[in-house]
């Protein structure tokens, strides 16, 4: 899939902006500040429903406006549709799929991008809630019930704590234990319906980022992956003996999920009541980034994690690649090839050359491999220039 054209109106520092696009590869070039970054944004939010640079949507609206608008063309083979939100500053936004209202959630199972910008370097060296979130969205991506999952169990997980918090300041909890009893039981449905779900894709992934590490360094570290999960904390029973430390067996059945998730959940409960929240769970959850059979968090140098997250953003793509009905996602490489050598830069090119399309935003354009400037869009403080076909 591809996109044909960017409609912009409101969003970021564009008060107006209309950008057509062909298959294969664009440069969008401009100096820090000039908006290059704003336009794949765009695209992004079309296809996750949340920016890579900030928590909120309100900066994405213009300054002194009540929302923007972004809208994108799409190509599947012979199929065309558009897809569009109206982003409020206020409110809820809404969403339309070549001009029928649907619900903003559903956007995503239209369009799928993977986009690798700086931020992402907290993959490897940021707090368990971005590696969580980046194994979720891809979640989402393979199947939209997983997302709705997830959005379930983070709403029971709110009800649970509220009720733990309850009960930590009263004396009398019997009632409120039955009720605890209740949510309980929807925590271990969803949970253990997620835990599954991450272990599965982990398991998947993990070959694609061994190859694409391969690919991007040019030598074997050994990079791997392995989820830690609360539920199974102490169950030597689950590992796998044969693999890195802490993988977990890839054969274990729901059923074997769920028991060990409900006895951790029930050898936890005085320790719950006491600090009045939730101690075992997908929200308690973590992975592991491996190279070289040690922990990657600690042990890799800013180089070797910044490959590394770039290999785990082409791993996704490659898993979307393969298993996405809509074909290859967009791809996106946000001031990339500023961070690595020549060497480097020349196999990623490569790497992502033959995907349907490919957006790269350089401030320099000389930090890119000559074969990806064959199409450079010039940005200047908001104003898309003509287009330099070299």
């Not at 809404?94 to 799928?112: I, N, Q, W, Y």
Request: charged share 30%; net charge negative; proline share 4%.
């Amino acid at each position: 899939m591809h996109v044909t054209r960017l409609t912009l109106r409101d969003f970021r520092n564009y008060a107006d902006a209309d950008l057509e696009l062909d298959p294969g590869v664009h440069v969008f070039e401009g100096v820090n500040g000039q908006g290059k970054t704003n336009l794949i944004e765009a695209i992004g939010y079309l296809s996750t429903l949340r920016s890579h640079r900030v928590s909120t949507d309100t900066a994405l609206v213009r300054f002194g406006q009540s929302s923007a608008l972004v809208r994108a063309e799409l190509a599947h083979g012979p199929r065309r549709l558009s897809i569009d939100v109206s982003i409020a500053k206020s409110g809820a936004n809404k969403a339309r799929v070549s001009g029928h209202p649907v619900k903003a959630r559903e956007l995503p199972r239209f369009f799928t991008t993977v986009l690798f910008a700086p931020e992402d370097l907290a993959l490897v060296r940021g707090e368990p809630a971005q590696r969580r979130s980046f194994i979720d969205s891809l979640l989402a991506t393979h199947a939209p019930r997983l997302g709705e999952a997830i959005a379930n169990y983070e709403r029971v997980l709110r009800q649970r704590n509220s009720l733990l918090r309850s009960a930590k300041a009263q004396r009398n909890r019997d009632a409120l234990l039955s009720t605890l009893e209740v949510w309980d039981e929807q925590l271990l449905g969803l949970g253990t319906e997620i835990i599954a779900a991450r272990l599965a894709l982990v398991t998947r992934l993990r070959p694609h980022l061994e190859r694409s590490y391969r690919t991007l360094v040019d030598d074997d570290h050994r990079p791997g992956m392995t989820m830690r999960v609360s539920a199974f904390a102490d169950a030597s029973s689950l590992m796998d003996e044969d693999a890195a430390d802490g993988q977990i067996r890839d054969e274990l059945t729901v059923e074997e999920i769920r028991r060990h998730f409900a006895e951790r959940l029930a050898d936890a409960r005085d320790r719950e009541l006491e600090r009045g929240t939730s101690l075992v769970g997908p929200h308690r959850d973590d992975i592991t980034f491996w190279l070289n059979d040690l922990p990657a968090r600690m042990t890799a140098s800013q180089g070797e994690s910044w490959s590394f997250a770039l290999s785990l953003k082409l791993a996704a793509a490659q898993l979307v690649r393969e298993e996405s009905r809509t074909g290859d996602p967009v791809l996106i490489l946000d001031d990339v090839f500023a961070e690595l050598d020549g060497g480097r830069r020349s196999r990623l090119a490569a790497a992502v050359e033959d995907y349907e399309q490919v957006l790269v935003t350089c401030a320099v354009l000389a930090d890119l491999p000559e074969p990806l400037r064959r199409r450079t869009i010039r940005i200047r403080a908001g104003a898309i220039l003509e287009d330099d076909d070299a």
